[in-house]
């Protein structure tokens, strides 16, 4: 149980174009997920706190209008990068936390590796 | 603001040690700490979730124990073979402040155990 799926795990793009990446969550709902970057041999930094329903919250230094976040289902969280560039090339990680879990576990997607050319 | 710091950045040891990953934290209103093993180009996979009342928790060949009064946690791998080699992630569950309810992650400690 609690696995979190990402699509896709690996993308592609040209320098102007806007991406989505999907989270979703397979075997349970999530009224809250995270979305993370990592830069090669770094730690994940949180960059937005997804809430279903609402608008995410961002972290600070984060660009809103740059990530675009839709929460809108209990099981899937998408991150749209817009105009991208080649320095939004990174690892992105989603994860969730399971709404009927209370002990505040958050599950982690796979990943999807953005690369802007 | 929750800093966490694991201690070493990189550790290479023989297979069959017995070895000890560092973690602390600076800010003890925490929920929980997990540890994580990610291996190259991958997401992460939960490894050891310990709650804040709690002391330790064991799984297999790893055991995690937790001083939150003191802020640190350890990993202890017992045994160690070559799969065991990846970068290790120790995150802390915020209960207060500025990071409420969020993960804050250390830098990490890359294991390497070579045969």
């Known amino acids: 149980g609690a696995v979190v799926s990402q699509h896709p795990s690996w993308v592609i793009c040209k320098s102007g174009t806007s991406v989505k990446i999907e989270c979703r969550s397979l075997d349970f709902q999530a009224t809250t997920m995270f979305w993370y970057r990592q830069f090669p041999k770094q730690s994940l930094m949180l960059m937005a706190t997804s809430n279903e329903g609402s608008k995410a919250t961002y972290e600070q230094g984060v660009e809103k209008d740059k990530f675009l976040i839709n929460h809108a289902s209990l099981t899937l969280s998408t991150l749209t990068v817009t105009s991208a560039h080649p320095e939004d090339s990174s690892f992105y990680i989603c994860s969730a936390r399971d709404i009927a879990d209370s002990y505040n576990e958050q599950f982690f997607g796979p990943g999807t590796r953005l690369t802007v050319l | 603001k929750q800093e966490v710091t694991q201690i070493p950045a990189a550790l290479s040891v023989p297979e069959g040690e017995n070895l000890v990953l560092n973690c602390s934290f600076t800010?003890?209103?925490?929920?929980?700490l997990q540890w994580f093993r990610q291996d190259p180009g991958k997401g992460l996979t939960s490894l050891l979730l310990i709650q804040s009342s709690q002391r330790e928790q064991t799984s297999g060949r790893l055991n995690a124990s937790l001083d939150k009064s003191s802020g640190r946690s350890t990993l202890y791998i017992a045994a160690s073979q070559p799969g065991d080699s990846a970068t290790y992630l120790c995150a802390v569950l915020n209960a207060g402040g500025t990071s409420y309810g969020k993960l804050t992650f250390g830098q990490g400690t890359i294991l390497t155990v070579h045969p």
């Open positions: 800010d003890s209103a925490i929920y929980n």
